[in-house]
C-alpha cells in the first residue's frame, strides 16, 4: 500500500507557542506506516520559526521542528518572500531551513493532502 503523503504548512507565528507545541506532537504522533510527510512549509510569521539565534525565545519550537525533519527525513521549507517582507535574508536563517518558492510550494501542493496551521 502507497503511503500517503502530506504537506503541512505553517503560518502561526512564533509567538503561538502551545500550538506549535500540539502541532509538533501531532506530527510525532502521525502513523508513518500510512503516512509520509512531503514537507513543513513555513508562510508568513511563521517564518520567525527558522531564524539562526542562540537568544531566540523560540529555540525550543525550532528544535521540534528540527527534530520532525530529521525523524521524517523531510525538508523545512521557508517562503523567501514572506522572509523578505520582514527585513529578513538567507543569511538569517538556521542552515537546516531551506529558501522556497511559490513553484516549490504548487508542485509539493498537487502532489501530497495538505494540513494548515
Known amino acids: 500500500m502507497d503511503k500517503k503523503k502530506i504537506l503541512i504548512i505553517i503560518r502561526l ?10 502541532i509538533i506532537k501531532t506530527i510525532n504522533n ?5 503516512i ?16 539562526s ?12 521542528y528540527l527534530s520532525l525533519s530529521t525523524q521524517f527525513d523531510t525538508p523545512l521549507y521557508v517562503c523567501g518572500t514572506a522572509l523578505r517582507e520582514r527585513g529578513l535574508s538567507r543569511s538569517n536563517l538556521h ?10 510550494l504548487s508542485m509539493l501542493c498537487a502532489s501530497s493532502s495538505i494540513v494548515e496551521f
Open 30 to 34: 502521525l502513523p508513518t506506516q500510512e
Open 95 to 104: 542552515k537546516k531551513f531551506i529558501i522556497s518558492g511559490n513553484m516549490e
Open 13 to 22: 507565528p512564533p509567538q503561538a507557542t502551545a500550538a506549535h507545541e500540539a
Open 53 to 64: 539565534s542562540k537568544e531566540d525565545s523560540f529555540l525550543n519550537i525550532q528544535q521540534g
Open 36 to 51: 509520509s510527510l512531503s514537507a513543513l512549509f513555513f508562510l508568513d510569521s511563521a517564518t520567525l520559526v527558522a531564524l
